[in-house]
């Protein structure tokens, strides 16, 4: 393979997984609580859309991705009147938010239909961004797409090194036990979907401010549902959603890659191949990510009534 | 049977949701007095839109089942959608080989089994994979959704394009043969198949042995396999028959509709019936009452693009107002 051509991918790799990365890494803040969201994709539209949104009126980038991450928050509480507190089925549940955030985004976002902003600018680190070949590819990259590792250890150590991290997954793990334990489940499952949400939406504003720098209906074209697959794969441990992240993100970009040298490859093919690696993946990883779901997630994913 | 408390209190939920939705509207400067006139006008309000709403419950009906007949087994099938996409191609790729002269006593029944065939191939993956304890149903349907419209885009852009059409990538017209006749405007015989299918449902599902079996093996695995019912053989039927019934869904769209197969021909029938199916709680003739009102304002929303300059998914949201009251009501009493 040509350098540039194996360099342009590994670029766009990183930069296509950022989204799927925060997605990812608020999904398994939301799992560890026991809780599954798998409207994910419905709350990446909203922060894709509500950011590109203001960013646009107001000028401010930053006030752009702030407001894209609210909006992801709040939008993920709307699952828990329904999922925390009435108990409803929660894999249907989320597939309902899905369908809200398709329509607010689409009906809200209509008056954005094809305007554009400059976005989010690469910000080249000094000298390491001079680097040979490497430069290119890691130090040539946005902000979020730095935040990505720091990110990653603030969940881990929120998870594993806190008493709230504790009290939570407590709760994913036997809702019953924790709250004769004196934990206040309720609270706890709701901080986890705010959390979670923040996230998706900080997700889904990066894929409008950064990536695409134009709002679209239906933008996020599945990276939701891939984002909930990419949990299971890095088997409920955020320090592992990065590399599972790049991966997909490579898939993605290599697509890209290959349309845009005109390889003779039917694109058809080439953009199914993220999901078909997605459940090959998941497929080859079942033994050893099945031994570390959350025991609550258990109850929903088997006997799903 | 729906009995009257019931009746009432879901006209309660759909007025809350109704009114939920009409704040949202004025929220963004829009009479929500013009969007229900427009909503109702064009589908309940003329003999062409009312046509227009069986049109669309047709493959709602079938896709609602896709869903429902898997979920007494406790089992999510969100792969609705590309069942139905899989079941049109090989029906278009049956009735494009099977020749231009077959009678349509055959050529109906031909063009039924090979979309039958698609959907069920198309479940046949999540659902070995599932009775392998593999993976979960619901991840896997998802995302073959996605590959599944590729699929069909693959072979209308490719192989099977009618080589006649430079600027449009569709196939060939089917020949007269494969076609299902219409009663009235646009309204086909798909509706009393879809009748027919729920009829026959219901009676699998709550009047045989086996309909009583899968009951029991989807409320309690451990227990039935310890009574000896094969849990992972009836995962495997029940998914592929939830796959050919939205394979009939996708055969009806392009046999009555289209004509030929074109790319993007389903308005989303597939994720449309899954909440049908959760609207009314997976049972057959709620499915029949819920699929209208589905149908209602999903035609609604097609109407509100063309009249008032809304995104047809804005209908999407009074629609997830609606599964949220529905699933909030039914929380407590399912688990």
Known sequence: MHPDFVQGWLAGAILASTPLFYAALGETL?????????????????????????????????????????????????????????????????????????????????????????GLAPLPIPFLSNLPWVGQILFRQDLLVYLM???????????SRTAWGLNLRAVGEDRLVAYAAGSNTGLLRHQALFLGGLLAGLAGAHLSLAIAHTWTEGLTAGRGFIAVALVIFAAWRPLRVLPGALLFGGTLALQIQLQARGAQVSPFLLDMLPYLVTLLVLVLLRKSSRGRMPEGLKEVFESSR | MVDRKALATISLLVAGALALFSLLLLAAGKNPLDTYSSLFSSTLGNAYGFGEVFVKLIPLLFTALAVAVPARLGLVNVGGE?????????????????????????????????????????????????????????????????VALRV?????????????????????????????????????????????????????????????????????????????????????????AGGALAGLAGTGEIMAIQGRLRPHFSADYGYLGFLVAWLASHRPLRILIMGFLVAVIATGGDSLQLDQGLPSATVNILMALLLFVVLAREGKLAS
């Open chain 1, 30 to 118: 939301v799992e560890k609580a026991g809780l599954i969201n798998l409207g994910v994709e419905g709350t990446m539209l909203m922060g894709a859309s509500v950011s590109f949104a203001v960013a646009s009126i107001s000028g401010s980038l930053p006030l752009g991705l702030a407001a894209g991450m609210l909006a992801g928050g709040l939008f993920n509480l709307l699952l828990g009147p329904l999922i925390v507190v009435r108990g409803a089925n929660q894999l249907a549940s989320g597939l309902a938010l899905m369908f809200l955030g398709q329509g607010l985004s689409a009906f809200y976002g209509k008056a954005f239909v094809g305007t554009s902003i400059d």
């Open chain 2, 152 to 240: 069909v885009d693959f072979f209308v852009y490719g192989p099977m394009r009618d080589p006649g059409s430079a600027n449009i990538p569709q196939t060939m017209g089917f020949a007269p043969g494969y076609l299902w006749p219409s009663f009235t405007g646009r309204v086909h015989i798909g509706l009393v198949f879809a009748l027919l299918a729920l009829a026959l449902a219901a009676l699998v599902l709550n009047r045989t042995r086996w309909g009583y079996e899968i009951r029991a093996i989807g409320g309690n695995p451990i227990a039935s396999h310890r009574h000896g019912l094969p849990l992972e053989r009836a995962i495997v039927v029940v998914l592929c």
């Open chain 2, 82 to 146: 590309g069942q139905l996409h899989l079941g049109a191609l090989l029906a278009a790729a049956a009735a494009l080989a099977c020749g231009s002269a077959t009678p349509r006593w055959l050529g109906i029944p031909v063009t039924m089994v090979a979309g039958m065939a698609g959907g069920a191939l198309w479940a046949l993956v999540p659902a070995l994979l599932r009775s392998w304890g593999f993976l979960n149903e619901t991840i896997s349907t998802l995302l073959l959704n996605y």
């Open chain 1, 149 to 159: 590792l720091p990110c990653a250890f603030a969940v881990w150590f929120l998870l």
